[in-house]
């Protein structure tokens, strides 16, 4: 996109699924910016080229803008001084209380001061606890920056990994959380070509929901407010996920199909249907980690969330009834061949950052399976912590990890696990049983294409299987197996 005449010089401090993501979308709405990170090799790697995680649109954008409104550097104090407004995206891990740890975010409040030297806009873009923002002050203060030379504000980021470009591009929000009316002005000129519409005119701009028609609408609060608003979201969506796993547990016991029932709340449009998803829980880099930080910030203000408790509960135990599923259908797993689809936390990203499907892989090597699991996306990192070894095995196709194997789990939802050959799979796997964690496929269609099918919150098979049953389903002697 052609820079306008808006066109403000911005910082991002931080080159993670956030701040990269932030970095290269800025751009393409015409700012200059200058992305940091203390990574030497990264930014080598960033400088050079590469593209260090799995997001649609991301390696377009960047090859477009990376050495000329974009670029890549380990110089904080530079960046800052040339910017208008300095984004910080790094990272906020839980800590072993389940608080923020945000020792990052100290360390780059710190550095900023001591580089400011005209008024600049300092904004929050990392997730970050009610309180934070006042702190960033107090530690730019503490380093000898008078207060008319800076204002902290709060823009919380809404994106979904997999999907984040378009999120950011089209987003369903814009929160601003601004102290002041100078600080809110320059951040109101920084999302203006999205905004105003005018991005959606431009030939080549990411197509997505968002229209010159509808663009996304503004939401200017209090700092506290806007911190409020990302953590409330989050936890709200987690909680969303456990109630609609729970349901569908009741769904399974009761012999009623949670599809049709996760339909029928979804078309209340005080609910709505987006995360009414059964399956085998949440994961990731944001929703564990800011349910708990979210409780934690409740505890410190004297609030009794004890409803967060129950959804973090609830989400560790839909990872054991599932495992508890594929143990109804094998009855023992030491020797067994598993085939596994999907290792990310969901389908999309190769981010395997609480991944429940991850979780499920190590219990199943710890009972003794041998694993062979394809990922689109996933595997290197996955790798990182589950390193390749005689009973784990990575595949580069669904029907290699299928090939022989007693039973086939999915475990993220792919586009391409939901568009399997049911004839070929049923002729590669050695017993035609397929566990579905994500309810990619119909019940019906799998029974009547031959497949031992066990999914979330559906009839059918609610029960243990027989063991004896199970474990001598008929082989296939046409392929030579048996």
């Known amino acids: 996109m052609d820079a306008k005449r808006n066109s403000a010089t911005i910082a991002v401090v931080g080159s993670g699924y956030v701040g990269l993501v932030a970095s290269a979308c800025f751009a393409e709405i015409g700012h200059r910016v200058v992305c940091v990170d203390n990574d030497e090799a990264k930014v080598r790697m960033l400088q050079e080229g590469g593209v260090p995680i799995h997001e649609e649109h991301l390696p377009e954008l960047l090859a477009r803008y990376r050495g000329k409104t974009l670029e890549f550097t380990t110089d904080l104090r530079a960046a800052t001084q040339s910017a208008q407004a300095v984004f910080i995206a790094v990272g906020t891990p839980q800590s072993e209380t389940g608080s923020a740890d945000l020792s990052y975010v100290d360390a780059v409040a710190s550095e900023i001061a001591r580089s400011i030297d005209s008024y600049k806009v300092i904004v929050e873009k990392s ?51 601004a102290p002041s009316d100078r600080s809110a002005e320059i ?65 399974e016991a009761a012999g009623a199909d949670v599809e049709e029932v996760a339909r029928g709340i979804g078309m209340d ?32 203000v004297g609030v009794d969330f004890a409803m967060l408790h129950e959804v973090e509960k609830i989400n560790e135990e839909q990872k054991q009834r599932f495992f508890q599923k594929i143990r109804s259908a094998l009855w023992t797993f030491r020797g067994k061949k598993i085939g596994v689809l999907g290792l990310a936390f969901k389908g999309g990203t190769d981010d395997i950052r609480e991944s429940p499907a991850v979780d499920i892989v190590k219990k199943l090597l ?65 017993y035609p049983i397929v566990i579905d964690g994500r309810n990619l496929y119909d019940a019906a269609t799998m029974s009547k294409a031959g497949f031992t099918y066990l999914s979330m919150g559906r009839p059918g098979l609610a029960q243990p299987l027989d063991p004896v049953g199970a474990f001598f389903l008929p082989r296939r002697r046409e392929n030579g197996k048996g």
């Open 187 to 251: 951040l109101r000129n920084i999302y203006e070509p999205l905004t105003s519409g005018s991005y959606y005119n431009v030939p080549g701009s990411v197509p997505g929901p968002r229209t010159a028609l509808d663009p996304p609408p503004v939401l200017q609060t209090s700092t506290k407010a806007a911190e409020i608003i990302k953590h409330a979201s989050n936890a709200f969506l987690a909680a969303k996920i456990s109630f609609i796993n729970v349901v569908a547990n009741i769904c």
């Open 366 to 430: 710890t009972e003794g399976s041998n694993v062979y699991a394809y990922d689109p996306a996933a595997a290197k990192r996955c790798q990182e912590i589950i390193p390749e070894s005689a009973r784990m095995h990575y595949v580069d196709d669904p029907y290699v990890a299928a090939q022989d194997a007693d039973a086939l789990l999915i475990l993220n939802d792919w586009q391409e696990f939901a568009e399997l050959d049911l004839a070929k799979l049923h002729y590669t796997l050695r």
């Open 269 to 300: 449009s005080r609910i709505g249907p987006k995360f009414l998803r059964a399956g085998v829980g949440y994961g990731g880099s944001c929703f564990p980690k800011d349910v708990a930080a979210f409780r934690h910030v409740a505890e410190q």
């Open 127 to 177: 997730t970050v606890p009610v309180y934070t923002n006042e702190w960033i002050r107090r530690v730019v203060e503490r380093n000898g920056v008078p207060k008319d030379l800076f204002d902290v504000t709060s823009n919380p980021e809404f994106l979904r990994e997999g999907t984040a470009v378009v999120d950011f591009l089209h987003a369903d929000r814009i929160v601003l959380g």
